[in-house]
């Protein structure tokens, strides 16, 4: 995964280190689709929690390339299914999305106990931050 410089990176996690919407845009037979997302950023890439049957898991399967967009933020990434929330490999990841969204993890929408209840992280490809006139690229 790329990388901000320190500067950028200390940007990013207190823009997106926490419980934040986010613009996420796949494609399909050359077609964009955009939807908000909560997303949580750490090390160059965006954690969202997912269906694994929904459109945008579709269109990642089908083509993994994505745009996001947040404040002040634009990206390309790729987008990559960690699979169920609930696998050995995802406990660090996962306990930490519990935390970073307890405002709303436990509304009842979200079934850890599904197999379709997955981790999509977007690795970012290319990103342009905007912070008090200062212009950072990755």
Request: charged fraction near 25%; aromatic fraction near 12%.
């Amino acid at each position: 995964m790329k990388r901000f410089d320190p500067e950028a990176e200390q940007i990013m996690i207190d823009r997106f280190g926490k419980d934040t919407i986010i613009a996420l845009a796949t494609t399909e037979q050359e077609t964009p689709y955009v939807r908000y997302v909560n997303a949580y950023y750490e090390n160059g890439a965006f954690y969202i929690i997912t269906y694994a049957l929904s459109n945008k898991m579709q269109h990642i399967k089908n083509n993994s390339v994505v745009a996001i967009a947040g404040d002040w933020f634009t990206a390309h990434g790729k987008g990559v299914s960690l699979g169920w929330i609930k696998k050995e490999e995802n406990h660090t990841i996962t306990e930490k999305l519990k935390d970073v969204f307890s405002e709303w993890i436990d509304n009842g929408h979200t079934d850890f106990d599904d197999e379709n209840t997955i981790i999509l992280r977007v690795d970012l490809t290319d990103a342009v931050l905007l912070s008090h006139g200062t212009r950072y690229e990755l």
